[in-house]
T-cell receptor
Framework: GENVEQHPSTLSVQEGDSAVIKCTYSDSASNYFPWYKQELGKRPQLIID?????GEKKDQRIAVTLNKTAKHFSLHITETQPEDSAVYFC???????????FGTGTLLAVQP | DAGITQSPRHKVTETGTPVTLRCHQTENHRYMYWYRQDPGHGLRLIHYSYGVKDTDKGEVSDGYSVSRSKTEDFLLTLESATSSQTSVYFC?????????????FGSGTRLTVV
């Protein structure tokens, strides 16, 4: 089945800097790659997603890139703000199933 | 909110007792999922349902069972709770294929087994 690896597990940046979180997946048939943000004590919330027919997608300060050949995808946050501090999860859905498999999460801390 | 509620929100139970967690949705979505969240492991899929009475196992299904007798309710049962099942449990729903419709999560149930 699908396996998703996520790095780094923790990331500390200064306010205004950029943050990058990377994920790799194992199932070449995977076709959907969402990113979730989870604040302390809250539910995971979808922040951006990308499908396998697209290489990059942007939404204001957030962007996601996908390299299907290498089977990896990344989340880029520019001009980070303290409210970006949270745990971020990448995930993938395999082509043959409808099961969303998550990475282990990245704790992002944005220092004022 | 998103039309998905979990109950209870918090529960403390003793080792060996049965526990049932409920996920209720008002969106009439076909797919429902149960995940557990533990530090260092992210969210791991326990069981999922693709319709009434249609369920299947996820990555960490041992010690858990599920039932879906109505579209709106998906129950997760720990037949005999163990300390290793102390976790935060999230339910999620999807209208169809997740790659098309995406997932929406409930607020979670914090379960402590003592």
């Amino acid at each position: 089945g699908e396996n998703v690896e996520q790095h780094p597990s923790t990331l500390s940046v200064q306010e205004g800097d950029s943050a990058v979180i990377k994920c790799t997946y194992s199932d070449s048939a995977s076709n959907y790659f969402p990113w979730y943000k989870q604040e302390l004590g809250k539910r995971p919330q979808l922040i951006i997603d990308i499908r396998s027919n697209v290489g990059e997608k942007k939404d204001q300060r957030i962007a996601v890139t996908l390299n299907k050949t290498a089977k990896h995808f990344s989340l880029h946050i520019t001009e980070t703000q303290p409210e970006d501090s949270a745990v971020y999860f990448c995930a993938a859905i395999g082509g043959a199933t409808n099961k969303l498999i998550f990475g282990t999460g990245t704790l992002l801390a944005v220092q004022p | 909110d998103a039309g998905i509620t979990q109950s209870p929100r918090h529960k403390v139970t003793e080792t060996g007792t049965p526990v049932t967690l409920r996920c209720h949705q008002t969106e009439n979505h076909r797919y429902m999922y149960w995940y557990r969240q533990d530090p260092g492991h992210g969210l791991r899929l326990i069981h999922y349902s693709y319709g009434v009475k249609d369920t299947d196992k996820g990555e960490v299904s041992d010690g858990y069972s599920v039932s879906r007798s109505k579209t709106e309710d998906f129950l997760l049962t720990l037949e005999s709770a163990t300390s290793s099942q102390t976790s935060v449990y999230f339910c999620a729903i999807s209208a169809g294929q997740g790659s098309t419709y995406g997932y929406t999560f409930g607020s979670g149930t914090r379960l402590t087994v003592v």
